[in-house]
């Protein structure tokens, strides 16, 4: 697919136009995981440590959220979603989302290009986790991997391809960034419907972790 053909599909899944209900909902359920997120960061010393051991919980819990309205036009927001990657395998959600950023930040030790594109590499996981409950964190990992191969370049460019988007948004007080939010997250889900689609999901095995880079 094309970046126009995803930011089309995009706009499908919100309901067409800025103001449709199911757009609200999705810039409604941004807002909610980064106030809930502030709130727990503002905390001294225990705030960075927690936001970051429930990122992954959140990043689950928004792709359980999205991908049914993706699937769907019949399919009703329900934000009671956003919370289920604390309640349905919080653990297996956790590391998931700390062992990301670990491994992102070892990566990004090498030169910060490869931090980047392992960021790309594992960004796919808390989908792949929402779509297979089963597998453990490091297999959504793993599948991630496997299936953003030789896509990752397109997932940067479909980034890329809203910063007039951005610029908009940041000129109308910093308030239109909420709406590009979501937007660029119903694109991400068109980028990884279409890469699923693409390349069929395989039984995933557990598999040597080539992820970090040997420390020194």
């Given at each position: 697919?094309?970046?126009?053909?995803?930011?089309?599909?995009?706009r499908q899944?919100?309901?067409?136009?800025?103001?449709?209900?199911?757009?609200?909902?999705?810039?409604?359920?941004?807002?909610?995981?980064?106030?809930?997120?502030?709130?727990?960061?503002?905390?001294?010393?225990?705030?960075?440590?927690?936001?970051?051991?429930?990122?992954?919980?959140?990043?689950?819990?928004?792709?359980?959220?999205?991908?049914?309205?993706?699937?769907?036009?019949?399919?009703?927001?329900?934000?009671?979603?956003?919370?289920?990657?604390?309640?349905?395998?919080?653990?297996?959600?956790?590391?998931?989302?700390?062992?990301?950023?670990?491994?992102?930040?070892?990566?990004?030790?090498?030169?910060?290009?490869?931090?980047?594109?392992?960021?790309?590499?594992?960004?796919?996981?808390?989908?792949?986790?929402?779509?297979?409950?089963?597998y453990t964190?490091?297999?959504?990992?793993?599948?991630?991997?496997?299936?953003?191969?030789?896509?990752?370049?397109?997932?940067?460019?479909?980034?890329?391809?809203?910063?007039?988007?951005?610029?908009?948004?940041?000129?109308?007080?910093?308030?239109?960034?909420?709406?590009?939010?979501?937007?660029?997250?119903?694109?991400?889900?068109?980028?990884?419907?279409?890469?699923?689609?693409?390349?069929?999901?395989?039984?995933?095995?557990?598999?040597?972790?080539?992820?970090?880079?040997?420390a020194e």
């Amino acid at each position: 697919m094309t970046l126009s053909e995803h930011r089309a599909r995009a706009r499908q899944y919100l309901g067409g136009h800025i103001f449709s209900g199911r757009w609200m909902y999705v810039l409604l359920a941004g807002l909610i995981i980064g106030a809930i997120s502030t709130a727990i960061s503002a905390f001294p010393g225990v705030g960075a440590i927690a936001t970051l051991l429930l990122s992954g919980a959140f990043a689950v819990g928004l792709a359980l959220f999205l991908l049914p309205l993706a699937r769907s036009a019949d399919a009703q927001p329900e934000l009671g979603k956003l919370f289920n990657g604390f309640t349905e395998g919080f653990v297996e959600n956790m590391l998931l989302g700390l062992m990301t950023a670990i491994f992102t930040f070892l990566w990004s030790l090498l030169f910060i290009i490869p931090g980047i594109v392992k960021g790309f590499a594992y960004s796919m996981a808390p989908y792949i986790r929402a779509d297979h409950p089963e597998y453990t964190w490091k297999q959504c990992l793993d599948e991630s991997i496997r299936i953003t191969r030789g896509h990752k370049m397109r997932l940067f460019l479909l980034q890329l391809s809203f910063i007039g988007w951005i610029i908009v948004g940041a000129l109308a007080f910093g308030i239109g960034i909420l709406w590009v939010d979501a937007y660029m997250s119903a694109a991400t889900v068109s980028y990884y419907e279409s890469i699923r689609d693409e390349l069929p999901s395989e039984k995933v095995e557990e598999s040597p972790t080539e992820e970090a880079p040997a420390a020194e």
